[in-house]
């Protein structure tokens, strides 16, 4: 259960550079909300900031009631999902999965069971031996999102998670991501470059230009016109 706010959110990075600037924006419980925007409007820059992997220069952000501005990235209970998985290679998919749990001290057969009831939830039990160099595209980013459902965020942040797959594949992936959402009941902000994967996914979608947010709505109400 997590609700996100944004409160007059601006990041400017070292060189000067405003890439959010002045954001307003509630994401509601369990809402799927989809970020758009022509490339470098900000959209990753604001995922970062709600995972704790970049700090504000101005503005507040909570999550559920709760200011998180100086909260490690760790103690945030968010996963995020990235565009090229970043998947150790070293490491088998069960070890891929674990390693952000048994960072956080959690005991191995506790471990087990959530790797497997995740790799069952995502139909890749029969990968966990596997390295990501034995995987297709699609059982890769199966095991992506497999590493952060394992955790069982109460915020999920995807970035691009479909842009390295096939047409097929991609279709199919959005209905499970879908499912996924109905399923774990949790909140999810993703951004996308994908106008039908905005319309057929998001409960609201805000639109982002130059760091500015232009718009939040349904995708009825942004698309059907
Ligand atoms: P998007 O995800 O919408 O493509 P980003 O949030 O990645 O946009 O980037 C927004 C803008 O901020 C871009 O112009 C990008 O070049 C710039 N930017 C991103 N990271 C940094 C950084 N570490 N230092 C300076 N500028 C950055
Ligand atoms: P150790 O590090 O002590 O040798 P392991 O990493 O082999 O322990 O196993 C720890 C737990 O994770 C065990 O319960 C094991 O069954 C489970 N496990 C390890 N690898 C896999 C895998 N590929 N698939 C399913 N469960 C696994």
């Known amino acids: 259960m997590a609700s996100i706010t944004f409160d007059h959110v601006t990041k400017r990075y070292d060189n000067g550079f405003v890439a959010v600037e002045d954001l307003n924006l509630t ?3 369990r809402e799927f909300l989809v970020l758009v925007g022509p490339s470098g409007c900000g ?3 604001s995922l970062r900031l709600l995972a704790g992997l970049e700090t504000l220069s101005q503005g507040n952000l909570y999550i559920d009631d709760r200011c ?17 998985y970043a998947l150790y290679p070293h490491m088998t998919v069960f070890e891929n999965m674990a ?3 048994s960072l956080q001290g959690v005991p191995k057969s506790t471990i087990a069971q959530q790797v497997r009831q995740a790799a069952q939830q995502l139909d890749i ?3 966990l031996d596997r390295k990501p160099k034995e995987l297709s595209g699609g059982q ?3 095991v992506a999102v ?16 479909l842009s390295n797959l096939d047409a097929k594949l991609r279709v199919q992936a959005r209905a499970e991501l879908s499912k996924l959402h109905r399923q774990l009941g949790t909140t999810f902000v993703y951004v996308t470059h994908d106008q039908v994967e905005a319309m057929t996914m998001g409960t609201r979608i805000a639109v982002l230009n130059q760091g500015i947010l232009q718009q939040v ?3 009825q109400v942004l698309y059907d016109r």
Do not use: C, W, Y
């Not at 590493?147 to 691009?160: G, Q, S, Y």
């Open 146 to 161: 497999g590493r952060a459902i394992v955790r069982h965020p109460a915020v999920f942040l995807m970035d691009e998670p």
């Open 125 to 127: 039990e029969p990968l």
């Open 99 to 101: 390693f952000g749990l």
């Open 68 to 84: 998180v501005n100086t909260l490690p990235a760790k103690d945030r209970n968010i996963a995020m999902v990235f565009q090229s």
């Open 140 to 142: 890769r980013q199966r």
């Open 27 to 29: 994401v509601a419980d």
């Open 217 to 219: 709505a349904s995708p």
């Open 43 to 45: 959209k990753t820059t």
